[in-house]
């Protein structure tokens, strides 16, 4: 029963280190370009946009197509740049527990 209790504890305290840690990532952000730079995405650790900036070079009314592919290429960038920010951090809590893709 003691060693019961033990976990327990660390259950709870590994709980909490974990919430911190997932506090903390909403404050951290990641960015990428696309375009050479033209498109600039940047996203917190929580995965939300927070900044979009577009060079008015980019903005051609006959080619709204190719701005529309630089966005997406940006935004599919940053957010796959949060994900592994996310394993990075998050994943010291699932080491060695063989818990595939719980984060």
């Known amino acids: 029963m003691k060693n019961m ?17 997932q506090e903390e990532l909403k404050e951290r ?19 939300k946009i927070t900044e ?3 060079d008015e070079d980019v903005v051609d009314p006959e080619d709204v197509e190719m701005l529309q592919d630089l966005i997406l290429a940006a ?4 957010m796959k740049k949060v ?6 951090e998050m994943g010291q809590f699932t080491k060695g527990m063989n818990l595939p893709g719980m984060f």
């Not at 209790?5 to 840690?21: I, L, P, R, T």
Request: proline share 0%.
């Open 5 to 21: 209790g033990s976990m327990m504890k660390q259950m709870q305290k590994m709980q909490k280190q974990m919430q911190q840690a």
């Open 29 to 47: 952000t990641v960015e990428a370009s696309a375009g050479g730079g033209a498109v600039r995405v940047v996203a917190s650790g929580d995965k």
């Open 83 to 88: 994900d592994e920010l996310v394993e990075q």
């Open 75 to 78: 935004t599919n960038e940053v």
């Open 52 to 54: 979009v900036d577009i």
